[in-house]
């Protein structure tokens, strides 16, 4: 799996899959910044999917249109 780091903000250089799974929450709820970082967006779908038990949890918690592109 490809390493994303993330561009911007205190987490600037850290790996997505090592940020809290709260800011992963955060940045996915902010409409702007996923428009801006669809790649980073996707890798925190991903890795909130690896997170999670039960998938349907991340569905819950992010807009489906992002949870559909892993």
């Not at 899959?17 to 910044?33: A, C, D, E, G, Q």
């Not at 790649?39 to 779908?45: I, L, P, T």
């Not at 890795?47 to 349907?56: A, Q």
Request: hydrophobic fraction near 40%; glycine fraction near 4%; proline fraction near 6%.
């Amino acid at each position: 799996m490809k390493r994303v780091e993330m561009p911007i903000g205190m987490h600037r250089g850290t790996s997505v899959s090592l940020m809290p799974t709260n800011y992963l929450l955060w940045f996915l709820s902010v409409t702007s910044l996923r428009q801006k970082y669809p790649w980073v967006s996707r890798k925190m779908v991903q890795v909130l999917h690896d997170r999670f038990e039960d998938s349907g949890q991340v569905d819950a918690l992010v807009d489906p249109d992002y949870c559909d592109l892993v």
